[in-house]
């Protein structure tokens, strides 16, 4: 009886450590209040008083309008979660919009909480992602890469690292759903060069096998953030 209660709390144990994606909700809805006040932080945020609700928590507008692509990436991503739409709150779920100028590019970035599902409307767009570190330290990280044309679709792996690069001349249209109310996105470059303080020389010099004068140039850069 003993044994079998431990394996019961054991098998529990692993399913919560297994389980990484936002947590399912309690109740029909939870739209979150409005909490840059508040003194108190939960994981996600607390939640309206069910019958003051109305449609209007629900509901965002706008995401015809396109975002600016005038910076030096040629690319914005129209993030719409939690924070813009109350009604997201638990519900494990975010929509995006993402604009590209002629060869612009969304760059090597992870959302840590959340896959991406992309659809392309307009243009054409080279999409990869790479896996993470294989077990066989002989092996490398492995490279997926389309290209994607209107109507096609792919899918991000949650936390691995990807990117979407315009490669027509015309402007590019995308919309990506992502499994979180608050995806998240750490951009590889702005993280590890434009990090506030900056990261130690000493630490990038071995980490890239570079020399300073590499790291200084990278780190003197402005890693500008597209969403
Ligand atoms: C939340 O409240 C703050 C301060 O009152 C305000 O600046 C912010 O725009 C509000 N956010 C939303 C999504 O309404
Ligand atoms: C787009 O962004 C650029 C650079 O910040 C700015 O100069 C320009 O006015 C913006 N365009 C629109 C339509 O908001």
């Given amino acids: 009886m ?4 431990g394996f019961i709390v054991l098998i529990a144990t692993l399913a919560s450590i297994a389980h990484a994606s936002d947590p399912s909700p309690l109740q029909d ?3 979150a209040v409005n909490d840059s006040m508040a003194a108190v932080f939960v994981n996600g945020k607390i939640c309206k008083n069910p019958n003051q609700v109305v449609a209007e928590d629900f509901f965002f507008p706008g995401l015809n309008k396109p975002g600016n692509t005038s910076n030096p990436l040629g690319s914005r991503v129209t993030l ?5 739409l ?3 709150n638990t519900l494990g779920i975010s929509l995006a919009r993402l604009d590209f100028a002629p060869y612009g590019l969304n760059p ?7 896959t991406e599902i992309l659809v392309v409307i307009k243009g054409t767009l080279y999409v990869g992602f790479v896996t993470s570190n294989p077990a066989d330290p002989t092996q490398k990280n492995k490279l997926f890469t389309k290209y994607l044309y209107p109507g096609d679709v792919f899918v991000f792996p949650q936390g691995l690292i990807h990117f979407q690069f315009n490669v027509g ?5 995308a919309f990506a759903g992502l499994s979180s109310q608050n995806p998240g996105v750490i951009t590889i470059a702005n993280a590890v060069f434009g990090s506030d303080p900056p990261i130690s020389p ?3 010099t ?3 096998q570079v020399e300073k004068n590499v790291i200084d140039y990278l780190q003197a850069q402005f890693w500008m953030n597209n969403s």
């Fill in 86 to 88: 109350p009604g997201l």
């Fill in 202 to 204: 000493d630490v990038l």
């Fill in 206 to 208: 071995k980490a890239f």
């Fill in 108 to 114: 090597p970035h992870t959302h840590p909480r959340a």
């Fill in 2 to 5: 003993k044994i079998a209660l």
């Fill in 80 to 84: 719409v979660n939690v924070d813009k």
């Fill in 29 to 31: 809805f939870c739209v």
């Fill in 169 to 173: 001349n015309e402007n590019a249209l």
